[in-house]
């Protein structure tokens, strides 16, 4: 079944160059109608495909609507949301988990509409990952834990293989299944991407943030800009981003930070890009919402200069 895989993918052309490395949570979500997901960014690859019903999707500054047979993969500390919607009961399957080598940029641009057999081959890895998760494992050095949801026995099936071969199997077959992804021309869908007046505001203050990263706005200064109240924009970010303007700056700034300072800049030098008062500010705000100083932060990701 693992060879299926290959089936349309012409070996002529060369294959990319990265590999799921170990996983961190698997959920199989049923979700209720009023179900919201607070927004969040992490330092991990996160997959999400949607079973059955509809959700809404916020990916930075765009919102997308996902129903059956759809999927979209977030990328490492980019900001993502989800909750119910068109009034239905959602069933869902989230993987997030690390990659070894440069993903494709085309399989984080948008929304994928998988054909039947793209769905059964995504299945058949989740169920082998699922099978794989029955009790916390060691996978490439990396200490991983059980999901926080029972795992239907139904959905598993019954196999003689153990956890091990099942978590080979699945990182096999999923690794796979992006790369097949990942090599064919398709064009998403331009529906799946929500145009109503509040996501479009939403998007052009998301924008305006971007733009003014190193201006360290304000959120008087972002209302003026924007033409839009700050009461407003307050209910848009509690509406699509699940959390305060305010806060979702401070992590966009944190991200641009992290930007920065993996890209070889020292902390002295982001500090004064990024516009703060001095590095000693800039260090102690890192501390706040990131946990540790950039100083640190460089040491542990063997950041040289």
Known sequence: MILDTFRD???QEPLPAFQISGFYTVFNNYWKKDFSFSGEQHNCWELIYIEDGQVEITEDDQVYILQGGDMILHAPMEFHKIRSAG??????FVLSFTVRGTMPPILTD???HLTNGEQEQLIHAIRNIFRFFDNSFLFEGRT?????????EKFKGITHLSPAQCGQIGTLALTLFLMQLSMEDR???IETIKTSKQALEYQRVVQAMQSGLYKNLSLTELSAECDISVSYIKRLFMRYAGMSPKSYYIQMRVREALRLLRNGHTAEETAEILNFSSPNYFSIFMKKHLGLPPTEYIRKNDIGY
Request: proline share 4%; hydrophobic share 35%; glycine share 4%.
């Open 144 to 152: 991983k834990h059980i999901v926080e949801q029972q795992i239907e």
């Open 110 to 112: 948008g929304i994928f």
């Open 87 to 92: 009034h239905t009961n959602p069933h869902l």
């Open 187 to 189: 064009k998403r869908s």
């Open 9 to 11: 993918i012409s070996l």
